[in-house]
């Protein structure tokens, strides 16, 4: 474990937010999230190191990867094609222009920018997963972060889907693929908010604390401020609930309380603090999500436009510094 200074400022003063557990994936011990008490970034602090952090991603498990092996059809998801076609849509004459996805895991989002006449590239740090990429999809993806990225090529646009929170220093990845961008190049990036609603309701049980994996937390301020510092210029920023989040924040919340009652009932047992994230809901969970989106359609409506939704998804261009 390392304890490290505020990753946008500099400072090294902080304060306790949350004292969080591995409830994904139930791994041992308790980890400190802490805002910077001169920005108010919000990160892990102590935190496990780059040669520790390994071990907090099971592989036989880990869900974007275990999603894949249940995945019948080896296809981009919805999300992955409305991506694949905003971006197409930013950068006229994207025939065999060159794209990097950073973090690209089993490369799908890459398979649609193909699709769509890009000439792509990807990074993975994930053996298992890249190895899928490069040998079921036939992508050139390199196993490794954004460092192992192929020397003296530069990129038309970079992108970090659900990536930045999880790396050691979001700025020194940003300033990384500042120098891998060309002229005018474009950045795309979703990360969990922090200022959401669901954050603030369900707190230190919120889905996307995911510690110790997620080692960041950004609201839509600090991550203008970070991007802003490091050469960027914001042109969208929009905040969204993914439709599955609410959902699963408010199953997790029943079954705490369903475990709390029957823990309470047989005091002295031990009862599974896990909750393993399902990856093909059953027919009910299916339909309690669907419910949950139509009650909540509203309302998310009202947080989107308000920067409260559960995600930051964001495009920028690189600026001369
Ligand atoms: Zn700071």
New binding site residues.
């Given amino acids: 474990m390392e304890t490290v200074a ?1 990753n ?4 090294t003063s902080f304060r306790p937010v949350y004292q969080v557990k591995d409830t994904n994936y139930g791994q041992a011990g308790t980890f400190s999230l802490v805002t ?6 919000v990160y892990l602090n102590p935190r496990p190191t780059t040669q520790e952090i390994g071990n907090y991603y099971p592989a036989d498990q880990y869900h974007p990867f275990r999603a894949l092996q249940k995945t019948q059809a080896i296809k981009p998801s919805d999300m992955q094609q409305k991506r694949a076609d905003k971006i197409s849509q930013l950068v006229n004459n994207h025939e065999k222009r060159p794209i990097l996805d950073v973090g690209c895991g089993s490369g799908l989002f890459l398979l649609a920018m193909e699709q769509r006449g890009w000439e792509v590239f990807g990074v993975e740090p994930s053996d298992h997963a890249s190895n899928f990429a490069r040998t079921t999809l036939n992508l050139p993806v390199l196993t490794g972060d954004i460092f192992a990225a192929q020397p003296g090529t530069t990129f038309d646009v970079i992108t970090f889907w659900d990536v930045l929170e999880h790396t050691h220093s979001p700025r020194a990845v940003l300033q990384e693929a500042h120098r891998l961008l060309n002229p005018n190049g474009l950045l795309a990036i979703n990360v969990p908010n922090w200022a959401s609603w669901e954050r603030k309701i369900f707190r230190d049980k919120w889905i996307a604390i995911d510690a110790p994996r997620h080692l960041y937390h950004f609201s839509p301020s600090t991550l203008s401020q970070l991007l802003q510092s490091c050469g960027f210029s914001v042109m969208e920023m929009r905040s969204q609930t993914p439709v599955m989040n609410p959902a699963s924040n408010l199953l997790r919340a029943l079954g705490a309380l369903a475990r709390s009652a029957k823990h309470t009932k047989n005091k002295g047992q031990s009862t599974s603090q896990r909750a393993t994230p399902t990856i093909s809901p059953s027919p009910i969970k299916r339909w309690f999500i669907r419910a949950t989106d139509i009650i909540l359609s509203i309302p998310n409506l009202i947080a989107n436009a308000v920067g409260q939704g559960g995600s930051i998804t964001v495009y920028a261009r690189k600026s001369d510094k």
């Fill in positions: 505020c946008l400022c500099g400072y910077c008490e001169r920005c108010g970034l």
